[in-house]
């Protein structure tokens, strides 16, 4: 497993002077994601006219990310952020006469910003009981009512793994929609939209996915996407351009111009996923996280995620003061991920056993400073 690490580390030049353990917020910038960033700016400094070859583009990134999720790359839409994939999504259901939308209480907070000020649905929140929601309470909240249900992959403050396929059933059962946020999941914990039978997912591409911000991927059920009218939706989301009616697929849930730069870092950095394959570095991850964890909890340290469920790919410590921890560690080159009172470890495929540890001390250390 630690083969990953010596094999791909050279690509991340940061890595020679930082420890980057903070994949849940951004990840290290691979050189093949800096050229492609690089080729943009050059495009327009040196080249002139990029809008073909942008097009392009952006059209390899939609494949990369359909292979990432085993989609078609019409369900895929290229949206600029998570949130505006699921402004879009809102602003579609009015086909369906129900009312009723139901997210959890470890869905990013902007999921509830999304559903507050959509005035016309009333909602439901899933709480979650000790770190975790068990599938009881998706059969309880969810009801024929409800258009449509939200649930993270990924608990971002902990990196609790929910079961995906499992919940599926239980919201098509009920006849509702489901959709995924799989922001934090994206890149390091696989995924199988078909097998699982997920109606809408969306990632963006800072995290996990090895890109910059500016870009995020919407899938979209093919024979969904085509009964859905999103309100949210332009020229990129029409079958031409110019032309008023809606395109055939996904594509109907774009509005204007993507991020061109971020298209291309995208499409650099996903290939290079899918280069490695996401069922390598979930080993990897889920293989460190682990030894992290017990190597934490021999500290003395209390770890912030349920214990005995699926092994998270991040390991999140309880910190009351986790801002000023990370500025600590931050000086001495270890860039970790602090969310309120919780300090992220967040590894990637790059990242070895030793850094989690090393860091793990510092972190320790801090707490019998105080
Ligand atoms: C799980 C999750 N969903 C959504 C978001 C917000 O994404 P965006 O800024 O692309 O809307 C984040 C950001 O950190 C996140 O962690």
Redesign the pocket.
């Known amino acids: 497993m630690e083969h990953l690490p010596e094999q791909y580390r050279q690509l991340f030049p940061t890595l020679q002077t930082h420890m980057m353990l903070a994949s849940c917020s951004q990840s290290a910038l691979a050189e093949p994601v800096s050229r492609a960033i690089q080729d943009y700016h050059d495009s327009l400094l040196h080249r002139g006219t990029n809008w073909k070859e942008a097009i392009e583009k952006t059209e390899s990134a939609r494949n990369e990310f359909t292979k990432l999720i085993g989609a078609e790359p019409d369900e895929v839409a290229i949206v600029p ?3 505006d994939a699921l402004v879009s999504v809102a602003s579609a259901l009015s086909v369906f006469r129900k009312k009723h939308v139901v997210y959890t209480e470890m869905d ?1 907070p ?1 999921v509830s910003h999304v559903w507050q000020a959509q005035c016309d649905y009333h909602v439901s929140v899933i709480p979650s009981i000790d770190g975790v929601i068990p599938l009881e309470q998706y059969e309880t909240h969810i009801s024929e009512e409800t258009v449509l249900t939200c649930v ?1 992959h990924v608990h ?1 403050r902990d990196g609790y793994v929910q079961d995906i396929k499992a919940i599926a059933e239980i919201s098509q059962r009920k006849g509702s929609l489901l959709f995924v ?1 799989a ?2 999941s994206a890149g390091h914990i696989p995924i199988d939209v078909k097998e699982w039978g997920v109606d809408i997912l969306a990632a ?1 591409t800072r995290k996990y996915l090895l890109g910059i911000p500016g870009v ?1 991927f919407l899938y979209v059920r093919k024979e969904l996407a085509d009964a859905l009218k999103p309100k949210a939706s332009a020229w990129f989301g029409r079958e031409n351009g110019f032309d008023g009616a809606y395109a055939k697929d996904a594509r109907r849930f774009q509005t204007g111009t993507p991020a061109f730069i971020s298209v291309y870092a995208a499409a650099a950095a996903l290939s290079l996923l899918n280069h490695i394959g996401v069922s390598h570095i979930r080993n990897h991850v889920k293989t460190i996280c682990a030894d992290a964890c017990q190597y934490a909890a021999a500290k003395g340290l209390q770890l912030a995620s349920a214990q005995g469920g699926v092994q998270p790919g991040m390991v999140a410590i309880r910190d009351e003061r986790a801002s000023e921890t990370a500025e600590l560690l931050k000086k001495k080159k270890v860039i970790c991920a602090p969310r309120d009172e919780v300090i992220r470890l967040a590894p990637h495929f790059y990242n070895t056993k030793e850094e989690m540890r090393h860091a793990i001390d510092e972190i320790a250390a801090k707490m019998i400073d105080k």
């Open positions: 952020s998570v949130s990013f902007a993270p971002y946020d922001y934090q963006g995020a």
